[in-house]
């Protein structure tokens, strides 16, 4: 009996290796199209652009009334003079003052429409950070192969590459055959009402495009681990945004004669309760589309595990949560970000509250979410409240077979020798979220290599990039 046992073990041990070793076998990825080409070379005025730009503080501040209106108008002055032939070709609609709407017509009114998009604001600097700069922050220093300067990748550079492909390929007589939308938004750095507008705009002109390709993901070498070559991540989805406050009343009192339990107690527990209970880590389906891209470009051991995820998921989920960014790719997160009690030294507070900000994976609704949190907490006492304004659902995930991506996708492989497009989930916000009735197929992708400093000091990237930015934009307009 042990006998059969053991052979039907051995079988049944054979039976999983031969499985495992065929789906690595037949797990493959994406090939290079045949055309490649080798990127080209920007002219000198292209950067001088770049830096001209980037004098402009066109920054966005959470206080409306610190809004440069000098500022934007100046740097659209430039714009205008900048690409003459942009702007006497194309036609140009203003919303929300500031938001820029340009449409290039195409010769085949049958094709869909294409929406590229990118924002004129900046982020602030912290004045307390400003000494810490390298160079000035707003000086547009061109220094050591970079171009230095807040903006510079985000999001000046998909910008100016996008005007200044469009001004070459009108200089040489080009015509696109599908209708071309540039949009380009003024507030995005705090909440994108222009891109609001124009998306209403688009949709009262009855534009559904076959993509709307927005800021997003870059190309990565050597960031994800086990794979060495160069990946263009293409955002098929951003996570939700939901900020919540928790807050506790309970009779205060003199500090000298506190009660066994105080509002500050109550929170703390809490906080502590979700902090170890997180969301379940899962893979959602731009998980999934990023496996199946880069687990065929891996060595053969890491291509079996990613070729097999319905045996080895909850190990890869396990390896991907001990990084934050990894963590944050597989769960819906979660974090205090403010609290608040007290008002002296000698004074139990009455109240506590904590603000908690949590970033949604596609499927993970706020209202399930929100009631998740109650069962965590598990106490009546801790009132649990969205914050207004603060919620937003995950994007829709677009197909990687939809036409947006493969135009994207396909893209990469022509025109970045060696790089391989993967779809991937967008952390953050952008400007695209509100394109949703516009098309569907949404894709967020900025083409330069591993910027540095994004928002924060020496904020950086390579002339090699801009090169790359250029010449991306360029390529894909022409395929359109």
């Given at each position: 009996m042990?006998?059969?046992?053991?052979?039907?073990?051995?079988?049944?041990?054979?039976?999983?290796?031969?499985?495992?070793?065929?789906?690595?076998?037949?797990?493959?990825?994406?090939?290079a199209?045949?055309?490649?080409?080798?990127?080209s070379?920007?002219?000198e005025?292209?950067?001088?652009?770049?830096?001209?730009?980037?004098?402009?503080q066109?920054?966005?501040?959470?206080?409306?009334?610190?809004?440069?209106?000098?500022?934007?108008?100046?740097?659209?002055?430039?714009?205008r003079?900048?690409?003459?032939?942009v702007?006497?070709?194309?036609?140009?609609?203003?919303?929300?003052?500031?938001?820029l709407?340009?449409?290039?017509?195409?010769?085949?009114?049958?094709?869909?429409?294409?929406?590229?998009?990118?924002?004129?604001?900046?982020?602030?600097?912290?004045?307390?950070?400003?000494?810490?700069?390298?160079?000035?922050?707003?000086?547009?220093?061109?220094?050591?192969?970079?171009?230095?300067?807040?903006?510079?990748?985000?999001?000046?550079?998909?910008l100016?590459?996008?005007?200044?492909?469009?001004?070459?390929?009108?200089?040489?007589?080009?015509?696109?055959?599908?209708?071309?939308?540039?949009?380009?938004?003024?507030?995005e750095?705090?909440?994108?009402?222009?891109?609001?507008?124009?998306?209403?705009?688009l949709?009262?002109?009855?534009?559904?495009?076959?993509?709307v390709?927005?800021?997003?993901?870059?190309?990565?070498?050597?960031?994800?681990?086990?794979?060495?070559?160069?990946?263009?991540?293409?955002?098929?989805?951003?996570?939700?945004?939901?900020?919540?406050e928790?807050?506790v009343?309970?009779?205060?009192?003199?500090?000298?004669?506190?009660?066994?339990?105080?509002?500050?107690?109550?929170?703390?527990?809490?906080?502590?309760?979700l902090?170890?209970?997180?969301?379940e880590?899962?893979?959602?389906?731009?998980?999934?589309?990023?496996?199946?891209?880069?687990g065929?470009?891996?060595?053969?051991?890491?291509?079996?595990?990613f070729?097999?995820?319905?045996?080895?998921?909850?190990?890869?989920i396990g390896i991907?949560?001990k990084?934050?960014?990894?963590n944050?790719m597989?769960?819906?997160?979660?974090?205090?970000?403010i609290?608040?009690?007290?008002?002296?030294?000698?004074?139990?507070?009455?109240?506590?509250?904590?603000?908690?900000?949590?970033?949604?994976?596609?499927?993970?609704?706020?209202?399930?979410?929100?009631?998740?949190?109650?069962?965590?907490?598990?106490?009546?006492?801790v009132?649990i409240?969205?914050l207004?304004?603060?919620?937003?659902?995950?994007s829709?995930?677009?197909?990687?077979?939809?036409?947006g991506y493969?135009?994207?996708?396909?893209n990469?492989?022509?025109a970045l020798?060696?790089?391989?497009?993967?779809?991937?989930?967008?952390?953050?916000?952008?400007?695209?979220?509100?394109?949703s009735?516009?098309?569907d197929g949404?894709?967020?992708?900025?083409?330069?290599?591993?910027?540095?400093?994004?928002?924060?000091?020496?904020?950086?990237?390579?002339?090699?990039?801009?090169d790359?930015?250029?010449?991306f934009?360029?390529?894909?307009?022409?395929?359109?």
């Amino acid at each position: 009996m042990w006998k059969r046992i053991s052979l039907f073990l051995l079988f049944a041990i054979l039976l999983l290796a031969g499985v495992l070793v065929f789906n690595t076998i037949r797990f493959k990825g994406p090939s290079a199209a045949n055309d490649t080409q080798g990127i080209s070379k920007s002219p000198e005025t292209a950067l001088e652009h770049f830096r001209q730009a980037l004098r402009y503080q066109t920054i966005s501040h959470g206080d409306s009334s610190r809004f440069d209106t000098a500022a934007f108008r100046g740097f659209q002055r430039f714009l205008r003079s900048s690409y003459p032939r942009v702007h006497s070709v194309m036609t140009v609609d203003v919303v929300r003052e500031y938001t820029l709407i340009y449409t290039w017509r195409g010769t085949q009114a049958d094709l869909k429409p294409v929406v590229l998009m990118a924002h004129q604001d900046v982020v602030p600097i912290e004045e307390a950070t400003r000494t810490m700069w390298t160079v000035d922050p707003f000086g547009g220093v061109v220094k050591d192969g970079y171009i230095w300067g807040r903006g510079t990748t985000d999001d000046k550079i998909n910008l100016i590459s996008i005007f200044e492909s469009a001004e070459k390929l009108l200089e040489s007589g080009f015509v696109p055959k599908r209708t071309i939308y540039f949009v380009f938004g003024h507030d995005e750095e705090i909440g994108g009402r222009g891109a609001q507008a124009a998306a209403a705009w688009l949709k009262a002109h009855n534009v559904h495009a076959d993509l709307v390709l927005d800021e997003g993901g870059v190309i990565t070498q050597d960031k994800i681990p086990g794979l060495t070559k160069p990946v263009a991540l293409l955002g098929t989805s951003e996570k939700g945004y939901l900020s919540v406050e928790l807050r506790v009343e309970k009779a205060g009192g003199h500090s000298s004669m506190p009660d066994k339990e105080t509002a500050l107690d109550i929170l703390s527990r809490a906080l502590v309760h979700l902090r170890e209970h997180p969301f379940e880590g899962k893979f959602t389906q731009p998980m999934t589309d990023f496996v199946n891209a880069v687990g065929p470009q891996m060595p053969f051991f890491q291509r079996m595990i990613f070729a097999n995820t319905w045996l080895f998921e909850s190990m890869l989920i396990g390896i991907y949560e001990k990084s934050g960014p990894g963590n944050a790719m597989v769960r819906t997160t979660m974090v205090p970000t403010i609290i608040q009690a007290g008002m002296k030294d000698n004074v139990v507070p009455m109240v506590a509250t904590a603000t908690v900000n949590l970033r949604l994976l596609p499927g993970d609704a706020s209202v399930d979410v929100i009631k998740r949190l109650n069962e965590i907490v598990n106490d009546e006492r801790v009132s649990i409240t969205p914050l207004p304004g603060l919620v937003a659902e995950a994007s829709e995930v677009t197909a990687t077979t939809s036409t947006g991506y493969q135009l994207v996708a396909g893209n990469v492989l022509k025109a970045l020798p060696g790089v391989t497009p993967s779809p991937f989930l967008m952390i953050g916000a952008t400007d695209s979220r509100f394109m949703s009735e516009v098309s569907d197929g949404i894709v967020k992708f900025s083409p330069m290599v591993d910027p540095i400093g994004f928002h924060g000091i020496d904020e950086r990237v390579s002339t090699e990039s801009f090169d790359t930015s250029i010449w991306f934009f360029s390529q894909l307009i022409k395929d359109l």
